[in-house]
């Protein structure tokens, strides 16, 4: 705990403090802001902190990779920056949609676990009444249906607190105009109005001016987002004409009076019309046209959730949930889709030749079957392509079935996978969608799967390099070398981490043929974005030439690793290079070897892609990518050696 709150506070001091944090969130591996200045962020600095493997900016996100135990650091950052920051941004100007999409993610992720929760309590508790184990008009009923509906019922406040939180301005001042906005007197109207009782709307100021719509803003979306982000300009444009000794309580005052008239008149209706407009779309097309629907949506999942418009659905989903009582469109597609992807990682599992692929298939497999698809997806399906493409096809044939049916869910879940089944009960106590349930997560996953099986795919060869050999290219020397190691197998392996951090590049691009070809041996090559080498194991130091340009490692598991920087730098006579470490030295992983000037030696017409060779391959049964491609960070698992 005390290791995690150091990591933490040195995180935010190096990131410019909790001033300089606009918003403060995390996925599964990564702490992530939005920082307000990017020049008071120390990037360099933050990567020496212990406990932090890597940082950098990807767009306008500073990102810092903490691994496994990102959850835990994150609860320790959160208690010194709480999501609240002041002053203006400074920086690279975003794209209107990944703006979009950041702003999305950054107001819903906060709430999924609330939404999650509850989505899933909701769902058990419509399969108890299915199966008769619940009477609704019993006592438990009410009070279990309270604590799973509360989320979805006052969702305006929710949102409300993560608008604000997201665009700097006060949550208790945005918490008044949701509170406004759910206030019994305009609740109760929609009510009566909703009953059949005559009701007119309110004129606000007796004028005539501005009569106020009666509407019902509970589990609504886009109306609160609105009206939150209107308080924001008019309470700071307020505060500029207040004089400050009365600022506390007139700022305030006066931008309420102008933002809820506003919100009631305008952007309430407005917001509300634009979310049934959207929903209104989607539900047009899946009941005009539900396997066409059903077939894009499901089938073009994975492409959704890469690019992150997944986000862009959760207001879609709620508001079908809100203004239908039930989702066709969002959760059902996305069900069908992450199952696929765990079929069809299955189907890899059993296919492959691959030990180390075989393990991670499994894994990466059962993780899509709870809901988390990113490991099977990127770390199986993609890299093989055939696999996705096969769950593509699977889940649009699926999904264009359950858009012609009618496939539904009744609430919403964070996690999208088996747990999601009972969001399938009808409330009604109507069994046909939870049956269909249980069938689609049937089909979902053994259509990938059997495909995968039948079909196939290009296996990870056994030289480790990427591609796979046609087997006519393999002569029968090189099979008798492969017989010869399998047979010495022991099923050890060894791994070795990333020497710095930069781009994976396959060693077959690199232009020195003696690499390429793996003529010294099985590696990979990463083009570097710092100015140091790290020991990739731990160990002994076995050669340093003069010119300081590469190192040979003695592994303390009998490996023998080469790292050399940049092509023909041994030119440069040690020019650009400072080796700290002499021959023979132990060093342990993680441990500065080499620093170099990377911009002095690109000056000089050389190149800096840098290149990490398993000089004893012949010894393993084979040497595998962990990571083939994209950003890698200093210490992250780069290559399998198997024994």
């Known amino acids: 705990m005390s290791s995690h709150k150091e990591t933490a506070k040195q995180v935010v001091e190096k990131i410019g403090g909790r001033e300089n944090v606009n918003q403060a969130w995390h996925c599964v591996t990564r702490l992530r802001f939005n920082v307000n200045d990017r020049e008071k962020v120390q990037v360099e600095d933050i990567k020496k902190i212990n406990g932090v493997m890597g940082a950098q900016f990807s767009g306008d996100q500073f990102q810092v990779i903490i691994g496994n135990k990102v959850a835990d650091v994150f609860a320790e950052v959160e208690s010194l920056v709480g999501g609240l920051a002041g002053g203006e941004r400074k920086g690279e100007k975003q794209g209107v949609v990944s703006l979009v999409m950041d702003f999305i993610s950054g107001i819903f992720s906060p709430i999924l676990p609330a939404l999650a929760g509850a989505g899933l309590l909701k769902g058990f508790i419509a399969l108890f009444v299915t199966l008769g184990w619940l009477s609704t008009e019993g006592d438990t009923y009410q009070v279990l249906n309270a604590i799973g509906d509360s989320v979805f019922y006052f969702m305006p406040f929710f949102l409300a607190v993560s608008s604000a939180r997201k665009i700097r301005t006060n949550e208790y001042l945005a918490l008044t105009v949701a509170g406004t906005l759910m206030y019994p007197t305009f609740i109760n109207a929609y009510n009566e109005l909703a009953a059949g009782g005559q009701v007119q ?129 969002i959760s059902p597609m996305m069900f069908i889709s992450n199952l696929a992807q765990g079929g069809a990682a299955f189907g890899v599992a059993v296919r492959t030749k691959n030990k180390q692929l075989k393990q991670l298939a499994v894994s990466a497999g059962i993780s899509a079957i709870v809901g988390i698809t990113e490991p099977a997806m990127y770390g199986v399906n993609m890299k093989l392509k055939k696999p996705l493409i096969y769950a593509m096809i699977s889940s649009g044939i699926l999904g264009a079935f359950a858009g012609w049916y009618g496939f539904k869910t009744f609430t919403m879940s964070g996690l999208v996978g088996i747990f999601t089944i009972p969001a399938f009960a009808d409330p009604s106590g109507a069994m046909g969608s939870l049956i269909f349930a249980i069938i689609f997560f049937a089909l979902s996953i053994m259509l990938p799967f059997i495909m995968v099986i039948i079909l196939g795919f290009e296996d990870l060869p056994e030289d480790g390099a990427g591609t796979a050999k046609p087997a006519a290219e393999k002569d029968a020397q090189a099979a008798d070398k492969t017989e010869e190691k399998k047979a010495a197998a022991t099923g050890k392996q060894v791994i070795v981490q990333s020497p710095l951090k930069g781009t994976i590049v396959p060693l077959a691009e690199v232009s020195d043929p003696t690499f390429a070809q793996e003529i010294m041996g099985k590696g990979i090559a990463i083009e570097p974005d710092e100015n140091r080498v790290v020991a990739p194991v731990s160990g002994s130091i076995m050669v340093l030439p003069d010119s300081q340009h590469a190192v040979g490692i003695k592994g303390d598991n009998g490996e023998e690793i080469l790292i050399h920087v940049g092509i023909d730098t041994v030119t440069l006579k040690g020019k650009h290079f400072k080796g700290l470490v002499n021959e023979g030295d132990s060093i342990e992983v993680g441990q500065t070897l080499i620093e170099f000037d990377r911009e002095a030696i690109r000056k000089e017409d050389l190149q800096t892609v840098t290149m990490m060779i398993v000089t004893n391959t012949s010894e393993y049964l084979d040497v595998l990518a962990i990571n083939q491609s994209g950003t890698i960070f200093e210490g992250e698992q780069l290559l399998t050696l198997v024994k």
Do not use: C, R
């Open 201 to 329: 709307g309110f004129d606000l100021f007796g004028l005539g001016i501005i009569n106020i719509p009666i509407i019902n803003y509970a589990s609504s979306v886009i109306p609160i987002i609105l009206s939150v982000i209107l308080l924001k300009y008019v309470y700071e444009f307020v505060k500029k004409f207040v004089p400050s000794a009365v600022s506390l309580m007139f700022s305030s005052m006066i931008a309420l009076l102008i933002v809820m008239p506003l919100a009631f008149w305008l952007i309430g209706p407005l917001g509300t019309n634009i979310g049934n407009m959207l929903s209104g779309i989607f539900a047009w097309l899946f009941e005009h046209a539900g396997p066409v629907g059903g077939l894009l949506m499901a089938g073009l999942m994975p492409i959704i959730v890469m690019t992150g418009m997944h986000y862009a659905f959760a207001p879609i989903a709620i508001q079908n949930l809100s203004q239908f009582g039930y989702d066709n469109i």
